[in-house]
């Protein structure tokens, strides 16, 4: 993998800040009666209008501006004309590019009133990925961080995929290393995290089994148990002695 430049981590952080606004807005946006696509295209709207490119939009022929995976879809569900109702939980994945490089987050709304199993499975998700933040610095192995990532959610008796994962990013939006969010990393899968390196930390977790799998669509990752499952992403600098957040 190799380290970023100055000039490279600002530009990803030009990427990094529209994609932080615009989660931020949609906060207010999501609520139950509107469909998928309407979040989709609000998210096109705003990353054009700020001057970026929708990076998702033609990556593998892909064609759209989001990924929002409702319920037990983990992973990468195309926007549709599904309406989104009281209850459900929504995870919006954005990637947005300034002059060649990309920066990516992910985030798990609920619509409306959810269920007390629903807010427990968001906070714990959404505090894994601090944590998983917290434990990134020079010098680290992303083996050491996953532990720290699998120890909390298993406490909380959740599950972790692990079929999918973090990564690198910059001028592609996936580059090396993968990064799983577990222990137990086989050495040769292991990697070092140096101070320059740009990557994505993004744990999802599961309510039931930590299995995935892919639907006829060929795009949508869910649940095998078909419960349901959050996920939060954050693009992160490492630095000496921390993880500078970017998104």
Known sequence: MQKKTHKEIDRIQKSG???????????????????????????????????????????????????????????????????????????????????????????????GEVDSEMKHLINVADTALKIGVSQCKEGRKISEVGQEIEDYVLKHQFSIVYQLGGHGIGREIHEEPFFPHLGGIEEGWDFLLEEGMVLTIEPMLNIGLPEIVLKEDGWTYETIDRKNSAHFEHTILIKDDCAEVLT
Not at 55 to 76: I, R
Not at 77 to 86: A, C, G, N, Q
């Open 17 to 111: 800040n529209i994609i932080k606004e615009c989660h931020e807005e949609l906060h207010h946006f999501i609520k139950p009666g509107i469909t998928t696509l309407d979040i989709d295209s609000y998210v096109e709207s705003f990353i054009r209008k700020n001057k970026a490119y929708p990076s998702l939009k033609g990556f593998n022929n892909y064609p759209f501006a989001t990924c929002c995976s409702v319920n037990q879809s983990v992973a990468h569900e195309p926007p549709s004309k599904r309406t989104l109702k009281e209850g459900d939980i929504v995870s919006v994945d954005i990637v947005a590019n300034v002059e060649g490089y990309h920066a990516d987050r992910c985030f798990t709304y609920s619509v």
